[in-house]
């Protein structure tokens, strides 16, 4: 089992900055992939960001150009800085992992990103951007 605990959520000022972190511990395969979600009230949950420990990445287009994600495999902790933050980034971000699996290519990190859920997830933290 993989437990993944999540932090750096709040609340910032649209245009402002805001840095969240996952730590996974438990049984890490060599090779994993992990990343971040997001859901708005009202909406679908959607792909963010995510990264494998190859450091191939994948973003959506939303938020491409504003987000960086950065993974630090020594400590199994994936961190997602965000800038530029707008109101409709306001959602529960979700950390997510999935062992055993990378981002083989373009075609299949886009897949995972936007249509595959991993088998690990955290617990969720806010993030309200007020315009």
């Known amino acids: 089992q993989v437990r993944l605990v999540e932090s750096g959520g709040g609340s910032v000022e649209g245009g402002g900055s805001l840095t969240l972190s996952c730590a996974a511990s438990g049984y890490m395969t060599p090779r994993y992939y992990m990343g971040w979600f997001r859901q708005a009230p009202g909406k679908e949950r959607e792909g963010v960001a995510l990264?494998?420990?190859?450091?191939?990445?994948v973003f959506a287009d939303s938020v491409l150009g504003r987000f960086t994600i950065s993974l630090d495999n020594a400590k199994s902790t994936v961190y997602l800085q965000m800038s530029s933050l707008k109101p409709e980034d306001t959602a529960i971000y979700y950390c997510a992992a999935e062992m055993g699996s990378l981002l083989y290519n373009d075609y299949d990190a886009r897949r995972k990103l936007e249509r595959d859920l991993p088998a690990h997830w955290g617990q969720g933290t806010q993030v309200t951007v007020s315009s």
């Open positions: 990264i494998d420990v190859k450091n191939k990445t």
